[in-house]
């Protein structure tokens, strides 16, 4: 039955890579989730063969609450909340593997001073990642609703991990499995959590999604190790390697190292601010449509307020009609658009907009000066100009999409505020501009019935 039970969870962690391979593609994430889905299920089965193991009606009524509960839930989310849900699941991973640390440590039986060790580290590590992507998913949800900071935040959220850090010493190398010890361990790390996510800014948002995203994998695996469960090493590791990485990226994309996000207050705003000349030149949606209609390559660059508007499903609509018209109809996707890696991919996909038709910045920065012209429908900071221009700029040295070099540029946007990052942004008081105020959902649409009159 043991070696029945370990080529079980090889399978498992076999079916979790195969799957998240299957993800890396709109084309076949579906099937891949489903793949993944499979290795849960034979994980979980057969973990209840394990030998020793109690609470046989525990575990099933656990399972099936918890199953009822994100079938439900994940029925009902709209595209617009999937990051903030994204965040309390990815906690509940790290809460998952900080409360197997917690059973362990009360427990105190550990044959090796290793095993103690990595016990340790995985409650440390899974308990900052639950706080912290607690406190993600409540300023996602407009709970939280502005970053927190106060003078000397850097140096008392060291002391309160160094307290962390300093209680987790002593159950390594006194293995003093006391309540209280236990308890105050635990208390800092999650206090910790709290405290590093509080400062966040939404422009930090998909690194520090990423960032937790990691830690909840690699403390997983610590657990894994813990439990002698190869599954969950091996998925840990995965999810945990995928999230760094993923981090990486997502950082580079805003031309900031980790160090500078995990370091600095999430979000803040630094160097001079930047006086822009010239006005906003606002625009109908009639006149809009028409330089639509008869353009001949168009860019359409989405962004959150795009998410905001729900406007995906009008873009798609937009975007047939074009096409209908002879228009070369492109999307130009910035790495760090909406609140989370790959929203505005997930969103245009739900819309049905075919994946072949989305471009990375990469891609498509060459595109625009011969494109005559690029929609710009909720996006702010990722198409600033001044990170390209000014080196007095907060964003100086983040990679942008070139909507400036098209040669007319319609923005849709509600109001005249700044971007995440609190910058203005140069692109909206340029020449070749101009500003439509308004509902996104709403303007698309009166850019459908502008486009239809031709």
Known sequence: MHNIIQISYFIAAFLFIFGLKRMSSPLTARDGIIWAGVGMLVASLITFFEPGMENYLLMTTAIFVGGVAAFWSGKKVAMTDMPQMIALYNGMGGGAAGAIAAVEL??????SQTFLTLAVLGALIGSISFSGSMVAFAKLQGLIRRPMRFPGQQLFNIAVFLVAAGFGAVLVIQGEFTGSIILIFFAAALAYGMFMALPIGGADMPVVISLFNALTGLA???????????????????????????????????????????????????????????????????????????????????????AVAQAQHKIFELMEMLLARGVDVKFAIHPVAGRMPGHMNVLLAEANVPYDRLYDLDEINAAFLQTDVALVIGANDVVNPSARTNPDSPIYGMPILNADQAKNVIVIKRGQGKGFSGVENALFFGDNTRMLYGDGQAMVGELIEAVKEF
């Open 106 to 111: 009360l427990k105190g039986d550990f044959h």
């Open 220 to 306: 997983v695996a610590f657990e894994g190790f813990v439990l002698n469960n190869a599954a969950m090493i091996i998925a840990g590791t995965v999810v945990g390697s995928a999230g760094t990485l993923l981090t990486q990226l997502m950082a580079r994309a805003m031309n900031r190292s980790i160090g500078n996000v995990l370091f600095s207050s999430f979000g803040a705003s630094g160097g001079a601010e930047e006086s822009v000349e010239g006005s906003m030149k606002p625009i109908d949606a009639v006149d809009a449509g028409v330089m639509m209609a008869f353009a001949e390559r168009v860019i359409i660059i989405p962004g959150y307020g795009m």
